[in-house]
T-cell receptor, first 114, second 113 residues
Framework: EAGVTQFPSHSVIEKGQTVTLRCDPI?????LYWYRRVMGKEIKFLLH????????ESGMPNNRFLAERTGGTYSTLKVQPAELEDSGVYFC????????????FGPGTRLLVL | AQSVTQLGSHVSVSEGALVLLRCNYS??????LFWYVQYPNQGLQLLLK??????LVKGINGFEAEFKKSETSFHLTKPSAHMSDAAEYFC???????????FGTGTRLKVLA
């Protein structure tokens, strides 16, 4: 069974540019999460989808970040315009519904904003 | 509010020695607790989880953790370190009624030959 995949693995952009990160969850997982780790700090929750609906977006830092989940399958996270402080590793995770379902994480996208 | 504290951002042990990685949590509701490991260039992999069943939880690769409510701790241990255990380890808490995980800052484990 394929795990959570993320694309690209690395992205280097200049301040003010736009970047779009993609996440493909494990097939059949209704729950999809985005997290971010800024260098040296903890991994922080950004938002949670249930199928195509945003269940919790309390961790989104500001309106420069836009997350979508088309048809309840893959998800994209767009940063527009990117700022220096957006640099970090963006993780995606997915899980089944119900109970204490384990969140399975992807390898992350390393974003560097110059 | 829930929080997790991992003492020691870097821990070094000799091969064959005991591994002890510390995690303390704060939660106003019965917590669900997790340990994840991240090997270089890989995603986070679940080592073990506590979901209010047995307080001693056994995970993969010989790791285990004990939930101690009185100490609000969930320390990760392994009797004998192996070179392949070198990685970064994350403790996380999830409260009842929420799906999001609250992570600690991570502990990077180095195993010395």
């Amino acid at each position: 069974e394929a795990g959570v995949t993320q694309f690209p693995s690395h992205s280097v952009i200049e301040k003010g540019q736009t970047v779009t990160l993609r996440c493909d969850p494990i097939s059949g997982h209704d729950n999809l999460y985005w997290y971010r780790r800024v260098m040296g700090k903890e991994i922080k929750f950004l938002l949670h989808f249930v199928k195509e609906s945003k269940q919790d977006e309390s961790g989104m830092p500001n309106n420069r970040f836009l997350a979508e989940r088309t048809g309840g399958t893959y998800s994209t996270l767009k940063v527009q315009p990117a700022e220096l402080e957006d640099s970090g590793v963006y993780f995606c995770a997915s899980s089944l519904s119900g109970g204490i379902e384990t969140q399975y994480f992807g390898p992350g996208t390393r974003l560097l904003v110059l | 509010a829930q929080s997790v504290t991992q003492l020691g951002s870097h821990v070094s042990v000799s091969e064959g020695a005991l591994v002890l990685l510390r995690c303390n949590y704060s939660s106003s509701v019965p917590p669900y607790l997790f340990w994840y490991v991240q090997y270089p260039n890989q995603g986070l992999q679940l080592l073990l989880k506590y979901t209010s069943a047995a307080t001693l939880v056994k995970g993969i690769n010989g790791f285990e953790a004990e939930f101690k409510k009185s100490e609000t701790s969930f320390h990760l241990t392994k009797p004998s370190a192996h070179m392949s255990d070198a990685a970064e380890y994350f403790c996380a808490v999830r409260g009842s009624g929420t799906y999001k995980y609250i992570f600690g800052t991570g502990t990077r484990l180095k195993v010395l030959a």
